[in-house]
C-alpha cells in the first residue's frame, strides 16, 4: 500500500485525484506494474488508477487474464474499475479508503455481489484508510480553496 500511496502523491503532483494502484504477484511479492490516476493528463475518463495499473501488468504479463495476483489501490474501486478487476481476473483486491460516493464495490454498484459478475475477487478494504483519506481529503481541500479565489 505504501506504493500505491507514493503513485497517489505523484498524481496529486500532476493535479490529478490521488489515487495509486499497484499489481502485485502476491507469492512471490513482485511488484508487476505500478499507477496513478491520469485521465485530466490522458484526456481519457478510463485512466483512473486500477485501469492503468491492470493494463501495465496485462502488457507486462502478455496476458489479460490475471489471475492470483493481487491488486492494492488507495482508494475503493468504482463500478468502471470493479469490472475490469473482474474481466482481468484478479484474485485479489486491497483498498485503502471507503468510497461511499463513487465506489463500487462495497458501496454503490457492489459489482462483485451482482449475480451477472463473472469473477469475484477476495476484497480488503480499510489498509492504510487514515492516510489515503486524508491524502483525499487534503486535495480536494486545497481545489476547494483555489476555486474560491478564481
Known amino acids: ?26 507469492a512471490s511479492g513482485e511488484v508487476i506494474a505500478v499507477a496513478g490516476n491520469s485521465p485530466i493528463s490522458l484526456s481519457d475518463p478510463t485512466a483512473h488508477a486500477e485501469v492503468l ?32 478487476i473482474s474481466h482481468a481476473r484478479i484474485g485479489r483486491v486491497v483498498f485503502g479508503a471507503d ?3 463513487g465506489g463500487g464495490v462495497f458501496h454503490g454498484a457492489r459489482v462483485f455481489d451482482q449475480p451477472t459478475c463473472h469473477w469475484r475477487p477476495s476484497v480488503t ?8 483519506s486524508a491524502m483525499l481529503k487534503s486535495f480536494f481541500r486545497a481545489r476547494r480553496g483555489k476555486e474560491k479565489t478564481a
Open 125 to 132: 478494504g480499510g489498509v492504510l484508510a487514515d492516510e489515503s
Open 1 to 26: 500500500m505504501r506504493i500505491a500511496l507514493a503513485a497517489a502523491q505523484d498524481a496529486a503532483a500532476r493535479g490529478e485525484t490521488p489515487v495509486g494502484a499497484v499489481v502485485v504477484d502476491a
Open 53 to 84: 495499473a491492470l493494463r501495465a501488468a496485462a502488457a507486462r504479463l502478455g496476458n489479460y487474464r490475471l489471475t492470483d495476483l493481487t491488486l492494492v489501490v488507495t482508494l475503493e474501486p468504482c463500478a468502471m474499475c470493479a469490472g475490469a
Open 99 to 101: 468510497d461511499p460516493k
